[in-house]
């Protein structure tokens, strides 16, 4: 069977995790007038993965992937339908040799369609590997997650080979997403912003993981 990934943008069926943001009025408008001056940097949001479980005979690898608002004002955060990460193949320039990150949801919420099995995820190891060997339909599905002052938004991910004919190679598998953020509510008069978040798995030779991330870059979104 010919190998392939393949990402399917079903639109921006936005999905809202969170509550409303206020009315207006004259409270509301201090608000603003606070929001207008707190720029969002690298410093207003913490970023964190971390590893849950290594891989072993009895059950695959699992990570944890965090981001926390550290800025004095709500943010909302316009993302996929796994928040704060929603990007679940490692890079690579083929489906050989890769890592993908099943999120910990349930079948009807998961972005990941499987092509020919209805759920291919392995409930054992196979010759002491875990991996998925069907090809996956990513669906691009947006969702809007609102974060106040200190709130955090996280993800479990199981993690497995992805294509792969043997055991995933030890080495490392780097991982990349890009969300865009609001300051207080996405409008006219609200900056859009851009976070790229980034990651790497390292894989060593007993199977077991470690992980680098770095701190998540924040740019003014392009028109």
């Known amino acids: 069977m010919h190998r392939r990934t393949i990402l ?40 964190d993965v971390s590893i849950e479980e290594h891989f072993t005979e ?14 004095e004002t709500q943010v909302i955060l316009s993302t996929g339908a796994t928040p704060p990460f929603t990007s679940y193949l490692s890079g690579s320039q083929s489906d050989e040799n890769r890592l993908i990150l099943v999120p910990d949801v349930s079948e009807d919420e998961s972005p990941l369609d ?6 291919p995820i392995p409930t054992s190891a196979e010759n002491g590997c ?12 947006g969702a809007e997650i609102q974060l106040n002052q200190g709130e955090i938004s996280g993800q479990q991910f199981d993690v497995y080979g992805y294509q792969n004919d043997s055991c995933p190679s030890t ?17 006219d008069d609200n900056s859009e912003h851009e976070v790229a978040l980034e990651f790497t798995i390292t894989l060593q030779d007993d199977q077991s993981l470690s992980v680098e991330k770095d701190d998540p870059a924040v740019t003014t979104a392009e028109d």
């Open 8 to 47: 399917s943008s079903i639109g921006v069926g936005t999905l809202s995790l969170a509550g409303c943001v206020g009315s207006p009025g004259s409270d509301d408008s201090n608000e603003s007038a606070n929001q207008a001056q707190e720029s969002i940097t690298t410093k207003g949001l913490t970023f």
């Open 58 to 71: 009895t059950h695959t690898a699992r990570i944890h992937v965090t981001l926390k608002n550290t800025l």
């Open 114 to 119: 499987w092509i020919g099995e209805t759920n």
């Open 130 to 141: 875990w991996n998925v060997t069907q090809d996956v339909e990513i669906n691009d599905i």
């Open 171 to 187: 080495g490392a598998y780097q991982f990349e997403d890009t969300l865009r953020i609001f300051r207080g509510s996405p409008s």
